[in-house]
């Protein structure tokens, strides 16, 4: 698979939820092997050409990082009807207890966020989630995951790492001359080069594309939580990745096509990204793919 020549058959708008389309997709550009293939050990997958379509690393984040995630239940659980108290199950499975079950939900926090429907019609502004009375409770519980996967995308995408540094650096200037409101601050605690973190808990999530992120830029996906027989597929290379706690993996969302199903326990994941039409705005052109003979490479 040439992964530029690949990315080049999928519309901006793919979804990837039409398995007809993805069939052709899969046999017009097969991965090079045979049906499935499980990946359960540390690993970078290349394309033909030498750039990098996946790093795969599993048992990345230690346990006191984990627990970090505890400091957001009261803002997860807003995001849905409470059927659950998520601090209690965040402190069972902590303990080790068997009998959990987290709120189901998921928040998206951005210091520039556009309405669905909006890019490019108005300037971005801070996700409500952080609007609100907690927004310093929830920029302090997100600090150390976000330099963490800013320092793993300076090894996995160094061309990407500095433009989402330009990308604030111009945001900020936007942000004083156009007098946005809570941007400027913000940008003074977001800890991370991505400008979008979603937190999810407990769902499934079929087969799909993030069809508003770009091309050559990595997605960054961290998992937690208490819970067995985790699987993240992506049939667009064939291949089903085991997804255990403390599981990092970076891709493009816009162009592999991935999944997961329902797991027993608790499981939230943490998923780190940069939207294009944010990038379009500071004006910072996108960058590269990454590729094991990157100049930028450490």
């Known amino acids: 698979m040439d992964i530029a020549r690949y990315s080049k058959l999928i519309s901006p708008k793919d979804t990837g939820h039409n398995e007809q389309r993805e069939a052709k997709l899969l046999e017009r550009c097969p991965p090079g092997h045979e049906g499935p293939m499980l990946v359960d050990m540390p690993a970078t997958i290349l394309d033909s050409s030498g750039a990098i ?14 627990v970090s995630t505890d400091l957001l239940a009261p803002t997860l659980e807003k995001s849905v009807k409470a059927n659950g108290n998520w601090r209690t199950n965040q402190e069972q499975f902590k303990q080790g207890s068997e009998n959990v079950g987290s709120t189901p939900g998921c928040i998206n926090i951005s210091l520039a966020w556009y309405q669905q429907g909006h890019e490019h019609l108005s300037d971005p502004d801070v996700s409500a989630s952080l609007k609100g009375p907690s927004s310093e409770n929830i920029l302090k519980a997100i600090a ?7 320092v793993a995308l300076r090894v996995m995408h160094p061309e990407q790492y500095f433009a989402g540094l330009r990308t604030f650096s111009n945001l900020g ?3 004083v001359t156009k007098d946005l409101p809570q941007m400027p601050e913000t940008l003074q605690y977001w800890a991370s080069v991505f400008n979008t973190l979603s937190i999810i ?8 594309r993030d069809h508003l992120s770009i091309p050559e ?3 960054i996906l961290t998992t937690v939580g208490n819970y067995s027989y985790g699987w993240m597929r992506m049939p667009s290379l064939q291949l089903v990745l085991k997804y255990n706690s403390g599981c990092m993996m970076a891709f493009s969302g816009r162009i592999v096509r991935c999944g997961v199903d329902h797991v027993e326990g608790d499981r939230i994941a943490w998923a780190w990204y940069m ?5 379009i705005y500071a004006g910072v052109p996108s960058c ?3 590729s094991v003979n990157s100049p930028y490479a450490l």
């Open 217 to 219: 830029c990595f997605d």
């Open 275 to 279: 939207r294009d039409s944010v990038h």
């Open 53 to 66: 379509i996946t790093w795969y690393l599993p048992d990345a984040l230690t346990d006191d990082t984990q």
């Open 144 to 150: 150390r995951p976000a330099a963490i996967t800013s």
């Open 173 to 175: 200037e936007k942000a």
């Open 288 to 290: 590269g793919w990454a």
């Open 201 to 208: 808990s407990n769902r499934e999530t079929p087969d799909h």
